[in-house]
């Protein structure tokens, strides 16, 4: 039985056929809550501020799901000419074919505070702490990781060196948790969901008729200890005021960034 719809054909002179990739639709409508809330008490300016964020929609995508050919040559194909026939044949598997659909349901919480804190005159520090917590990897990709808080302590001075205003010295250190787009547990969901099918030599015009030429399906898998990738951040500088409203500055910056997503190929020798 040949795939359903219309496959795809690659030649050396171009592609003919269905496009690899076809009727994309995403829906991705969310809602937010958020309450801010600022107290001046004294020398303390407090923020406090916290916020829900829902997603809800998905992605439908049906990449390659009716099949392509490949072919090293231009010639027709001829059943008395080995040349003639296809050297590949490559096909995404999907449970709800043609929808080929991936369900995004996600929250966002968010919680901060911040003390700006004028310690005395020319010198003021600022201590606060974010907590953040994103769900994708649990509701959207489905995998069993404990989602906890992402907890982001942050820390800045400004202090007036010379006491008229005109050499200032500014730092700051914090740590800052990326905020995860859906799209890349969309992409883990989706490769748990879809089956991607290659075949070299396939036979014609049906490349399942030879099992023993199929190669084993690519599978995708996601580490149990999957922890959110943060940047740890650093800054400490200098300016001065020139005469003719002229300044100058010298900053330093470190950046470290952490726990960041990579792929690793396990089948690699």
Not at 215 to 243: F, H, K, N, Q, W
């Amino acid at each position: 039985m040949e795939p359903p719809g219309n496959p795809g054909w690659f030649r050396p002179s171009g592609g003919l056929g269905a496009a690899h990739n076809i009727n994309v639709n995403t829906e991705a409508p969310s809602y937010m809550l958020t309450e801010n809330l600022s107290i001046f008490a004294g020398a303390h300016n407090i923020k406090l501020g916290a916020s829900v964020q829902w997603y809800r929609g998905g992605i439908g995508s049906p990449i390659n799901t009716v099949g392509t050919w490949t072919f090293n040559t231009d010639d027709p194909f001829d059943p008395n000419d080995p040349s003639t026939y296809p050297t590949r044949f490559t096909q995404t598997i999907v449970p709800d074919f043609p929808r080929a659909y991936v369900a995004l349901h996600d929250e966002k919480y968010v919680l901060f505070a911040q003390d700006s804190w004028r310690l005395r005159r020319g010198l003021t520090v600022s201590l606060g702490v974010r907590f953040d917590k994103d769900m994708a990897f649990e509701k959207v990709a489905k995998l069993d990781v404990a989602t906890g808080w992402n907890i982001s302590p942050r820390f800045g001075m400004a202090w007036d060196a010379t006491g008229d205003g005109r050499t200032v010295v500014r730092g700051g250190y914090g740590h800052y948790y990326d905020q995860l787009l859906e799209y890349p547990a969309l992409l883990f969901r989706r490769n748990q969901l879809w089956t991607y099918i290659d075949i070299r030599n396939p036979s014609y015009p049906d490349p399942y008729s030879d099992p023993g030429r199929l190669i084993p399906p690519t599978l995708t898998v996601v580490s149990p200890d999957l922890e959110t990738p943060y940047t740890r951040s650093a800054t400490l500088g200098i300016e001065r005021m020139l005469p003719g409203q002229i300044s100058v500055s010298v900053d330093g910056v470190y950046t470290r960034g952490v726990d960041q997503y990579y792929r690793v190929d396990l089948n690699a020798p």
